[in-house]
């Protein structure tokens, strides 16, 4: 079996540490531990590696969030993975800090680079773990919120939460999303 993990958001340094990259900063942490090095390759950075026998490949699409659906459809038909086996890793403003909540499918919920997914892919129906940011902002602010680096308490809460996180990816791939679900959701 293989599967395709799609940790989203920006390239450059600028970016690196903000809220709306924590799908990169857990893919590259889930590399890290899997002894991983990322390539760079079409579209996106690339690694994989094999887990209980299933082939995962995890990428970080170079295209910039707002176009993250070129990357997964490029990846998904490259490596001839279908839909289902397919897991996005997202920043999400409407879920308290540090909880994380799995679903097969949804809406892109305002979210730009599921909104581009999901028009690339042409439907909602993709498996997502959804990784609850925080709506800490005033009104009109979401995007200097989102674009901005952690806070203090933030950080120390952020290994295990990206923990977490990864123990649901491996998850996912090894006893299936309705069994993750159950287990971890918050």
């Known amino acids: 079996m293989k599967y395709l993990i799609v940790g989203l958001g920006n390239i450059g340094p ?3 540490l903000t809220r709306h990259n924590i799908g990169f900063l857990t893919v590259d942490r889930l590399a890290d531990k899997q002894s991983c090095t990322w390539a760079s390759d079409r579209l996106a950075f690339k690694s994989e590696f094999k887990h209980k026998g299933r082939t995962i490949h995890v990428i970080k699409p170079t295209t910039y969030m ?3 659906g070129k990357a997964v459809n490029y990846w998904m038909k490259m490596l001839q993975i279908p839909k289902e086996n ?3 890793l997202v920043d ?4 308290p800090f540090e909880k994380l909540r799995m679903k097969p499918k949804g809406s892109a919920a305002g979210h730009n680079g599921l909104k581009n997914i999901e028009e690339v892919l042409g ?3 993709y498996p997502r773990l959804r990784m609850g940011i925080g709506d800490d902002f005033p009104k009109g602010r979401q995007i200097d919120f989102v674009l901005g680096r952690f806070t203090n308490e933030e950080f120390a809460v952020l290994a295990t939460m990206m923990d977490k996180a990864i123990d649901m990816v491996l998850a ?5 999303i309705d069994r993750t679900m159950n287990q971890f959701n918050d």
Do not use: R
Not at 92 to 95: G, W, Y
Not at 172 to 176: E, Q
């Open 172 to 176: 996912f791939c090894t006893v299936g």
């Open 92 to 95: 999400d403003v409407a879920i």
């Open 86 to 88: 397919i897991l996005i």
């Open 123 to 125: 439907g909602q129906d």
């Open 66 to 68: 707002n176009l993250s």
């Open 14 to 16: 600028e970016y690196e």
